[in-house]
């Protein structure tokens, strides 16, 4: 069965930071990519950042380039996202999700097969 478990998120200030966790089963993993997408209240869905696992290229979203950085572990199965200078418009629930690996790095939600059940990341002082 396959499974995307998400960890790590909270209770952080204004330019604080955190990093979020996604252990990825029954999946191989080289034929995926991870994406981590977030949802604020009253808000659509919106992509992050995703990580190509069998070659580890990276895309960011505008919002985040700079400030977020994705990896992997291939070993763990584990795919993380740290998140830096973290601002209160960050604040939604955090989901990582796996797309095949021929769609690229794509964050069309549409084409994501498996998803996490997401963890709340909260920025306010």
């Known amino acids: 069965q396959s499974q995307l478990v998400e960890s790590g998120g909270g209770l952080v200030q204004p330019g604080g930071s955190l990093r979020l966790s996604c252990t990825v089963s029954g999946l191989t993993l080289d034929d995926y990519n991870i994406a981590w997408f977030r949802q604020a209240p009253g808000k659509e869905r919106e992509g992050v950042s995703c990580?190509?696992?069998?070659?580890?290229?990276?895309n960011y979203a505008d919002s985040v380039r700079g400030r977020f950085t994705t990896s992997r572990d291939n070993v763990k199965n584990t795919v993380y996202l740290q998140m830096n200078s973290l601002k209160p418009e960050d604040t939604a629930v955090y989901y990582c999700a796996a797309v095949p690996y021929y769609y690229g790095l794509t964050f069309l939600k549409s084409q994501y097969a498996y998803w996490g059940q997401g963890t709340q990341v909260t920025v306010s002082s």
């Open positions: 990580i190509s696992l069998r070659r580890g290229i990276t």
